[in-house]
């Protein structure tokens, strides 16, 4: 194969790889493991536990690229990701979840930095840049969405 037909096979291969932008997905198993590469044989890097949100950037064989909250560039294979459910607090200080979608409401709850919170309802025009979420133990809230990863 030629060095142009060889390079415009890989820019073909890699426009439909890429996923789109802003697709989110969770992990499904209760340990998932992140590599260095798109494969069983790269290094491993960490894991993941069940429903942590992951940015999909790129869909290859089997396997996602993938951006964490923290901005970790990994590879999980895709078997181990579901549909995304959750968000994760990515603010460094906690963030205030409050009884209604306006900053001068009163606050439920306090969520701290990497908290996974199950997504209610994403932000609509009646809600502005907020998020309904709900904590663990059952308090439901709004949150700011550049508070949230997985949005």
Request: avoid cysteine; charge should be neutral.
């Amino acid at each position: 194969m030629s060095a142009l037909r060889s390079w415009a096979f890989v820019a073909v291969a890699t426009f439909f790889a890429v996923a789109h932008a802003d697709e989110f997905r969770q992990t499904s198993d209760a340990a998932t493991i992140a590599y260095e590469g798109p494969s069983t044989r790269a290094t491993k890097q960490f894991l993941y536990s069940r429903g942590t949100p992951l940015e999909v950037l790129v869909q290859i064989e089997g396997w996602y690229k993938v951006r964490d909250a923290q901005g970790a560039l990994v590879w999980v294979e895709r078997k181990a990701l579901g549909e995304r459910s959750q968000v994760q607090v990515k603010s460094n200080a906690p963030v205030d979840a409050l009884a209604a979608p306006d900053s001068n409401a009163a606050i439920v709850f306090r969520a701290e930095s990497g908290v996974l919170l199950t997504l209610v309802a994403a932000p609509t025009p009646a809600t502005g840049p907020f998020a309904q979420v709900r904590h663990r133990d059952g308090q439901t809230g709004f949150i700011r969405v550049e508070a949230l990863f997985g949005l």
